[in-house]
């Protein structure tokens, strides 16, 4: 059965996760495994990520810049658009005027970060069904700094659907989110003997359909401290309120709640050893009598 290892950010940004994602990924596939990498959700912005950009629009799919940095040192199976099912791209607006602000929804994150595309990927027989939605009016109307054609490159082999609004983002992502992000880590999964999966920012738990996994690594500048994993779920679904989804429950929320089991210590030039796995709650059975 696949071992899944679920990345919990301890901050709301730059809590490590991803290297510490590559690290895990060169040990356990130096160890002869075969290792997946799983993000349901992530975001960029067209500026500050501008290199990344590019390489989206050559590759003419929009996708995580940490799940390309992971897959280097993997040999994944599975597609990026399955390994990474939903993916958001953030624009500047175009300025008249000093301090000008979008007057619609899609800007509330400010006028640098104008919500204008997020994809929507699942397995469909041996194809892969991809959605994008589109801020098409703005692009259209070039009130955003992207242009037409690189929304076309970004968008090669999708379907489309124009969005006005952040509430209509809302809907789409209420509606097939969870669908979309399920059905994709059942493919992932099928091919690994594990799968890392990285949550978003300092989200406790990444998804409704993901019901359990084997190991949960809290991540940190210099730290990783481990947590018995169901008791980690429990405290996510115990703090969730309302009808948002549980990715809105964030770590800090559930903190009070939760003692870990393990702390380890990582320096920037320290790698993770295989002495290090049965200590993180990442071990395998050989079959071999034991």
Known sequence: MTKRVLLVGMNSFDSGKTQIAIRLSRLL???GHSVEYFKPLSGHNYWFNHEH???CMQNGVLA???AMRVRKVLNPKSPIELANPVHSLFVPMRLEKPLQNLTNTLGLAGASSVLTMERFSRPDASEIDTTVLVA????????LIIKQEEVGMLTRGAGILSVNNLEEVQEYERLNFEKHVTESFAEVERSADIVIVEGFNDAAWPWDGLES???VLLISPAHIFTYDPERFRKAAYLM?????PIREVSFGRISDLLKPIYRREIRPETEITADDLE???ISFRTG???
């Open 53 to 55: 950009t590019k390489t």
């Open 279 to 281: 200590q993180l709650g």
């Open 213 to 215: 996994v084997d190991t």
């Open 240 to 244: 969730n309120r309302g009808n948002l």
């Open 288 to 290: 071999k009598n034991d």
């Open 136 to 143: 098409q009016k703005f692009v259209e109307e070039e009130r």
């Open 64 to 66: 995580s810049m940490d």
């Open 29 to 31: 596939s130096e160890e």
